[in-house]
């Protein structure tokens, strides 16, 4: 039986060879659904152009990124994406627009007619055998009341999801829907399948004893004006043994600080050092916020552990969507160990982006790879032995 989900990876950088390129490897006779990861620098208008015109009749969604993920390894300027077969697969997809305006009932209206559509499409459909996933711009600062709106209307059928890219520029981030992009928006697109699935999460961190508590922020910007009552910059550059001048995403990467929501640690990335000494975070942050220094342990280990996991529960992946955090890139590279990362997720099938933040059942999160792993189709019962 041929694989009901095709997977490619295009580095030209020609906006519409990108395309071909990637519309050759993953045409179907019937598609449900495609959806792509394309870096900022190619000229947007004209890879909306071209998709629209390839993929005409079929459902496609996708959005820039901080790097492409995909048949080529962990990279820049490329498109990487999959195609989902309408015989394995049902999806339905809606964008929310003008984020900045965004109310919890547009979110919700939009997750409830979705919800009906797809019960329309495919009659078996439930929490059980579908999923929800995201693609939200990565510069709105509305991924938590957008993602918890979500969630709240879809209840148990599961989401996941990623904050578009733009790179390292942080300069504008879009989402394609609709035929086109769009920025100051979000795409939800709602899949039921038979196949087996599996969302995870995986992080790598380890919290010491040293405290943030944040004394001055700006809730609307995410930003940090002062720590522990000093200016945020000098007092993060403190803790962690460098000189503030020195502070850059690398270090960020390295150090990140997390908070403790319900038992668990959960990662509130920096974003950036503004040059009144402020500093800028991925994810929402309040005054009177209790943060804790926290040092990566075995990145590598870490996610091999995930994915023989996710592995021994579904069998062996076709497919493993990746949405996983800029500073995890950051810090990969840092490392050294790239190569090994790459052929982990080479070897699972992987398709995915690095993103300006996660998105986990209802929870908007940083610092972390959320996926979604979906395996091969089960064996027919009269094929099954005691062996298997």
Same mark, same amino acid.
């Given at each position: 039986?041929?694989?009901?989900?095709?997977?490619?990876?295009?580095?030209?950088?020609?906006?519409?060879?990108?395309?071909?390129?990637?519309?050759?490897?993953?045409?179907?006779?019937?598609?449900?659904?495609?959806?792509?990861?394309?870096?900022?620098?190619?000229?947007?208008?004209?890879?909306?152009?071209?998709?629209?015109?390839?993929?005409?009749?079929?459902?496609?969604?996708?959005?820039?990124?901080?790097?492409?993920?995909?048949?080529?390894?962990?990279?820049?300027?490329?498109?990487?994406?999959?195609?989902?077969?309408?015989?394995?697969?049902?999806?339905?997809?809606?964008?929310?627009?003008?984020?900045?305006?965004?109310?919890?009932?547009?979110?919700?209206?939009?997750?409830?007619?979705?919800?009906?559509?797809?019960?329309?499409?495919?009659?078996?459909?439930?929490?059980?055998?579908?999923?929800? @996933?995201?693609?939200?711009?990565?510069?709105?600062?509305?991924?938590?009341?957008?993602?918890?709106? @979500?969630?709240?209307?879809?209840?148990?059928?599961?989401?996941?999801?990623?904050?578009?890219?733009?790179?390292?520029?942080?300069?504008?981030?879009?989402?394609?829907?609709?035929?086109?992009?769009?920025?100051?928006?979000?795409?939800?697109?709602?899949?039921?399948?038979?196949?087996?699935?599996?969302?995870?999460?995986?992080?790598?961190?380890?919290?010491?004893?040293?405290?943030?508590?944040?004394?001055?922020?700006?809730?609307?910007?995410?930003?940090?004006?002062?720590?522990?009552?000093?200016?945020?910059?000098?007092?993060?550059?403190?803790?962690?043994?460098?000189?503030?001048?020195?502070?850059?995403?690398?270090?960020?990467?390295?150090?990140?600080?997390?908070?403790?929501?319900?038992?668990?640690?959960?990662?509130?990335?920096?974003?950036?050092?503004?040059?009144?000494?402020?500093?800028?975070?991925?994810?929402?942050?309040?005054?009177?916020?209790?943060?804790?220094?926290?040092?990566?342990?075995?990145? @590598?280990?870490?996610?091999?552990?995930?994915?023989?996991?996710?592995?021994?529960?579904?069998?062996?992946?076709?497919?493993?969507?990746?949405?996983?955090?800029?500073?995890?890139?950051?810090?990969?590279?840092?490392?050294?160990?790239?190569?090994?990362?790459?052929?982990?997720?080479?070897?699972?099938?992987?398709?995915?982006?690095?993103?300006?933040?996660?998105?986990?059942?209802?929870?908007?999160?940083?610092?972390?790879?959320?996926?979604?792993?979906?395996?091969?189709?089960?064996?027919?019962?009269?094929?099954?032995?005691?062996?298997?």
């Amino acid at each position: 039986m041929e694989d009901s989900i095709r997977r490619a990876h295009s580095c030209a950088t020609d906006a519409r060879e990108a395309a071909r390129e990637f519309h050759a490897l993953v045409k179907q006779p019937r598609m449900a659904l495609v959806v792509f990861f394309c870096s900022s620098a190619y000229d947007l208008d004209l890879l909306a152009e071209e998709m629209a015109r390839l993929f005409a009749g079929v459902q496609v969604v996708g959005c820039t990124t901080a790097g492409e993920i995909g048949p080529a390894g962990y990279r820049d300027n490329s498109l990487a994406g999959a195609s989902f077969a309408a015989g394995s697969f049902g999806a339905v997809s809606g964008r929310i627009g003008s984020l900045h305006e965004f109310k919890m009932s547009t979110g919700q209206a939009l997750a409830q007619k979705l919800l009906q559509d797809l019960e329309s499409a495919a009659r078996h459909a439930g929490p059980e055998n579908s999923f929800a @996933l995201l693609l939200i711009d990565g510069l709105s600062v509305r991924e938590e009341p957008v993602t918890r709106a @979500l969630q709240s209307a879809l209840g148990k059928l599961p989401l996941l999801g990623g904050s578009a890219g733009d790179g390292m520029h942080f300069g504008q981030t879009q989402v394609y829907c609709e035929g086109r992009f769009h920025a100051d928006s979000a795409a939800l697109i709602l899949v039921t399948t038979a196949l087996p699935f599996k969302l995870f999460k995986t992080q790598h961190f380890v919290a010491t004893a040293e405290r943030l508590v944040v004394t001055e922020a700006d809730t609307a910007t995410r930003t940090v004006q002062e720590i522990n009552g000093l200016p945020a910059a000098q007092e993060y550059a403190r803790i962690v043994g460098v000189d503030a001048h020195d502070l850059n995403p690398f270090r960020f990467a390295a150090w990140p600080v997390v908070v403790m929501i319900d038992g668990t640690n959960y990662v509130r990335a920096i974003q950036r050092v503004n040059p009144d000494g402020s500093l800028t975070f991925f994810c929402a942050i309040e005054d009177g916020l209790v943060l804790r220094v926290a040092q990566g342990v075995g990145l @590598l280990d870490n996610l091999e552990h995930a994915l023989a996991r996710i592995e021994a529960e579904i069998g062996p992946p076709q497919l493993v969507l990746a949405c996983d955090c800029i500073l995890r890139k950051l810090e990969i590279a840092q490392s050294g160990i790239r190569e090994p990362v790459e052929a982990l997720l080479l070897r699972h099938n992987t398709i995915g982006f690095n993103t300006y933040g996660e998105q986990f059942q209802g929870v908007h999160v940083n610092q972390t790879l959320v996926g979604l792993a979906i395996g091969a189709a089960p064996k027919p019962a009269e094929t099954e032995t005691d062996d298997d």
